[in-house]
């Protein structure tokens, strides 16, 4: 008995480990992107892969493993790991709001403004309230 408790433990632990390395739900889905140029892109986040189509069309797919979450004052950031080595945070800084974020890079810097369902200024979210 003992030992099949032993076992149940580790198979959840793996089970949990394998579904974490997955995205979010948070950020899963077609988001309306603004990077810093004012440039209009379309980012769509699958469980372990994202896709960026520019303005031009052109569709770029990336691989990535979610490494990080960290939710204070009920605003979120999770981290990924993109398959080309860079990392990546995806914050919600406007507390209980998962409409519009926040792509930053693993410096802070922010690179794409997302909502939703529509283009979101830089202002909306860092503005003053």
Known sequence: ?????????????VLISLYSCS??????????????????????FEAKSLTIKDSTGQIKTYNYKQNSVS???SVETYG?????????QINFPIANDETMGV???AAGTPLYIIGRSRY??????????
């Open 1 to 13: 008995l003992q030992m099949r408790n032993a076992l149940n433990f580790l198979l959840g632990m």
């Open 23 to 44: 995205g979010s739900d948070t950020y899963r889905g077609v988001w309306k992107a603004l990077n810093v140029r004012g440039e209009k892109l379309e980012i769509n």
């Open 71 to 73: 939710i204070k004052n």
């Open 80 to 88: 990924i790991q993109v398959s080309d080595g860079k990392s990546y």
């Open 103 to 105: 792509i930053k890079d």
């Open 120 to 129: 979101v200024q830089y202002d909306e979210i860092y503005g003053l309230k």
